[in-house]
């Protein structure tokens, strides 16, 4: 049973790395839904029309998605 210890790390090395690759996949998809739902131009607010403000609410609503797929994932 020597060999069951790098097994078990490994299978929690690449699962943490899907998992890590999951939860980007699915903010950035947040995103880009939110974008479309609430008709959004995040380039022109953020870039074009200097939003603080805007940028402030996206940051949030990333940190809140972050935390509710992290717990998704976790549990």
Do not use: C, Q
Request: charged residues 10%.
């Amino acid at each position: 049973m020597a060999t069951a210890a790098p097994l078990a790390f490994l299978w929690s090395f690449f699962s943490t790395i899907l998992y890590s690759a999951l939860g980007i996949v699915l903010l950035l998809l947040t995103l880009v839904v939110a974008n479309k739902v609430f008709r959004l131009n995040l380039h022109r607010e953020l870039v074009d029309e200097h939003n603080t403000a805007f940028g402030v609410m996206i940051a949030g609503l990333a940190i809140a998605i972050g935390l509710i797929i992290a717990g998704t994932i976790t549990s």
